[in-house]
Each structure stands twice: as structure tokens, then as C-alpha cells.
């Protein structure tokens, strides 16, 4: 049952079109109109009020689509053809254009249009209609960011964690996704100037401390390229989350023209518009917001960005002796006796996690399940009735040696003292 009157609701949607248009200067499509309905005060009024009346079975997403589509039923019966022009692409929904603006009767409408050829009957487009646009309006954004928000909590555990940068640290929540092994931490009001969305990899199980990996944040209105994320709509009407590669992290060497070097995945051009200026940019389209694909596509990218900045893909150190070299400070002693000691209280070393990595996919290539971390054991699995235990170590804060040594007296305690029943299936 429909819980709202064309007479009330169908003419919020005629000075939405107008003003999209003006702000673009091309089609509007559908979905534009559905979100800029629920910015404004009159379509938020009679959203709720609709919603309500139907007891909450739709919402409020929901009732703003079907109004536009019930303008689109109704275009001819309320003369609305007579403002506005519109097409429909195969598979998609109706796109509106004012026809105002060709005719030249709206003197104020008229003063906004760019110069160049008619734009009656075939709009001017500036890009290809298949590129995707930058979204650039304060209220897309932050509607598109909360969708996006809500995305990343979904199906994620929550954690009061201390998460940290290379400037330094502060208490956050962060949602933990235990089948893609990465955290998200969201916030509207962290920074003015762009909308906080920071991914890590460490367990916040097994860590009281968190290291940010990477960070996708969209700015908050405008073109802004010194945010790394991107919120883009495609010519279907989807809002993509997007990266610039603006990969950051305190060291040298690690930043977005290193990245774009190392990067081998694909890259896509967008489209965007600065008052009369207009251009494309290049990014990582991340997938749609709303999809839960978009878990499995950021997965993968924080391992490529982590691959990056532990410089695997660059080149080799220089000597033997740089790569076994001892620790110089006391910070450096204290790290490495840390790392020795398996402390929980540890900064992760970077290497250790990212051959956690490849070990389990060469393990899980070879049909085992391994398990990480499990009471503070690097791996465990179980191969018919006997079980394995593994240590990890890398070297760096220790030399080969040191390595083998504190790897081994590890495996020996842990068999001998931390499982009951050691017995022979233990390996």
C-alpha cells in the first residue's frame, strides 16, 4: 500500500532536477534524484511521515526511489514533459534534462548554461557517459559515507582498541572481519576536512595496539587529491569506493608515485568537475559501497598495499651485512627483546605478518587449515591424526642464527608446557 499522495509528493521533484543540472550540466539520472530528495527538508518530511504510516516495512531509501519512480509513471499526466526531456538507456532508469534551458524561458536557468552546441535534445556531456563521475556534493558524500559505514560494521565484531599512526596514536572502535583478517575504523568528526576510513590487518584479539595499513578517506566536499579515497557513481547509478594510491606511512620511499610503480592491479580513469574546470584522474575502484564484494576487493588491496610499503617487489639490500645488522638504539634493543619474547604488548613487526601470509596460502593450497595466532602460537594445523606447531621468526631485529635459536626454544616450550597431552601426534 502506497503511503504517500502524488499531489504532495511529485512536485519536490521538478526543482531537484533543476538544480542538479545546473551544478553538472548533464543527465540526471534516478538515483541523483532519490538521494537529493532525502537531503532536502520537505522529501525528509514526508519520507518519515510515509514510513511511519506503513509501520517501518519500507524505508526510507526505499519510499524516496518509489516517489521518483512515480514521477517517471505519471511524466505525460502531469505535464511535466513540458519541463523536461528524458531518456531511458537499455536496463537502466529514466534520466531527466530541463528543456528550459534550450528554449531559453528561464531566464535565470539559462545564464548557468555553458556555451557550446543545443542541448534540447541531446545534453552536453564533456566525458564518456561510461566513465565514472566524482562525486563531489556535501550531502552525496556524507549520504554515501554513512551507507559505506554501514557496509564495514556489518558482520564485523566490535573492538575498543588503541589504534596508531606513524604521528601518533589514539583510542578508537574498530570492526574486526575474521574472514577477510582486516579491521575498519570509521568516523564522521575526527577531521573537517575529509571523512576517516582506516583499515589494518593485526588481530585486535591478540594486540592492544593497532598499526593503520592504509586509509581510504573521502574528502567531504569538492575535488580534494590529498585524500586518498574517492566516492564515485558509475553510469549505472552505483557509488564506487575509490583510491588515488595516496599511499602514506612515515618512510622513505613509500608514497603514491612508488605505489602507482609497484601497483599491477587495474586502474580506472574518473571523471570529475571543479566549477568550470573539468578532467579525469586515475584510481583503484574498490567496489560498490553497498556490496559485500567490496570486503573481499579491500582484503586484497591491503595485502598489495602491505606487500608495498614491506618493500617485497622492491630492490634487495645492498649487503649481507645491512640485512643482518644489530639493533643501534635502545628503542631498537627493547623491539628486538620484545619480539623475542613474544610480548602480547608488542608493535607487530610487518615481515612476521606478512609471511603469515603466504604461509597460509601455501598451506591452504595444499588442502590444510591452518590456524594463526591460536593462544599465541604462530601456526597449527593438523595433518591426518598428527598435529604441527610452528614459530615464526624473521630476521632483521635478529641475525639466522638468533632466529633458529629462539624459534626452537619456543617450540619446545609450548610442546612440553603449554599442551596437556603432548603424547607423539604432536610434530
Known amino acids: 500500500m502506497r503511503t504517500w499522495h502524488d499531489d504532495e509528493a511529485l512536485p519536490l521533484i521538478p526543482p531537484l532536477i533543476n538544480r542538479l543540472y545546473r551544478r553538472h550540466q548533464r543527465k540526471i539520472d534516478h538515483s541523483e534524484i532519490v538521494i537529493s530528495l532525502q537531503m532536502s527538508l520537505r522529501g525528509q518530511k514526508l519520507i518519515r511521515r510515509a514510513v511511519k504510516l506503513g509501520n517501518g516495512e519500507r524505508t526510507g531509501e526505499q519510499v524516496a526511489s518509489d516517489i521518483v519512480a512515480g ?9 511535466c514533459h513540458r519541463q523536461f526531456k528524458r531518456d531511458k538507456p537499455k536496463g537502466q532508469n529514466y534520466r531527466y534534462w530541463p528543456v528550459a534551458l534550450r528554449t531559453g524561458t528561464n531566464s535565470r536557468v539559462s545564464r548557468a548554461r555553458p556555451k557550446g552546441p543545443d542541448v534540447g535534445s541531446q545534453p552536453q556531456l564533456p566525458f564518456k557517459s561510461d566513465i565514472p563521475t566524482l ?24 573492538f575498543s582498541s588503541v589504534v596508531s599512526w606513524p604521528s601518533g596514536q589514539r583510542e578508537a572502535t574498530v570492526w574486526w572481519h575474521e574472514k577477510y ?4 575504523s570509521l568516523s564522521p568528526r575526527t577531521n573537517r576536512n575529509y571523512y576517516l576510513v582506516a583499515f589494518g590487518l593485526q588481530n585486535p584479539k591478540q594486540h592492544n595496539v593497532l598499526n593503520i595499513r592504509c586509509e581510504v578517506n ?69 567496489g560498490r559501497i553497498d556490496s559485500p564484494d567490496i570486503l573481499v576487493s579491500l582484503a586484497k588491496f591491503l595485502l598489495k598495499v602491505h606487500s608495498f610499503k614491506l618493500g617485497l617487489n622492491g630492490p634487495a639490500p645492498k649487503s649481507k651485512k645491512e640485512r ?34 603466504r604461509l597460509n596460502k601455501f598451506l591452504t593450497a595444499n588442502g590444510l587449515s591452518p590456524e594463526f ?19 615464526i621468526k624473521v630476521t632483521g631485529l635478529l641475525n639466522a642464527n638468533q632466529a633458529f635459536r629462539v624459534a626452537l626454544g619456543q617450540l619446545l616450550e609450548y610442546a612440553h608446557l603449554r599442551f596437556p597431552t603432548p603424547g607423539t601426534n604432536l610434530r
Open 71 to 79: 514521477f517517471g509513471q505519471r511524466f505525460q499526466k502531469f505535464g
Open 135 to 158: 562525486i563531489t556534493s556535501a550531502s552525496e558524500i556524507r549520504a554515501a559515507y554513512e551507507r559505506l559505514e554501514r557496509r564495514l560494521k556489518r558482520g564485523g565484531k566490535q
Open 324 to 357: 643482518q645488522r644489530s639493533p643501534s638504539t635502545f628503542q631498537d634493543y627493547k623491539k628486538a627483546l620484545s619480539y623475542v619474547l613474544g610480548s602480547r604488548e608488542r608493535i607487530v613487526v610487518p615481515g612476521h605478518h606478512n609471511f603469515q601470509v
Open 181 to 184: 583478517r582486516f579491521w575498519a
Open 373 to 391: 595466532e591460536r593462544d599465541f602460537v604462530d601456526v597449527q594445523f593438523a595433518v591426518n591424526d598428527e598435529r604441527y606447531i610452528g614459530e
Open 218 to 286: 573521502p574528502p567531504r566536499n569538492g575535488v580534494n587529491r590529498r585524500c586518498g579515497g574517492v566516492l564515485v557513481r558509475d553510469s549505472k547509478g552505483n557509488i564506487l569506493l575509490g583510491h588515488r594510491g595516496k599511499v602514506g606511512g612515515g618512510q622513505t620511499g613509500i608514497g603514491k608515485t612508488a605505489f602507482w610503480k609497484d601497483y599491477k592491479g587495474d586502474k580506472s580513469r574518473i571523471r570529475w568537475a571543479k566549477g568550470r574546470k573539468r578532467g579525469e584522474d586515475e584510481v583503484i575502484i574498490l
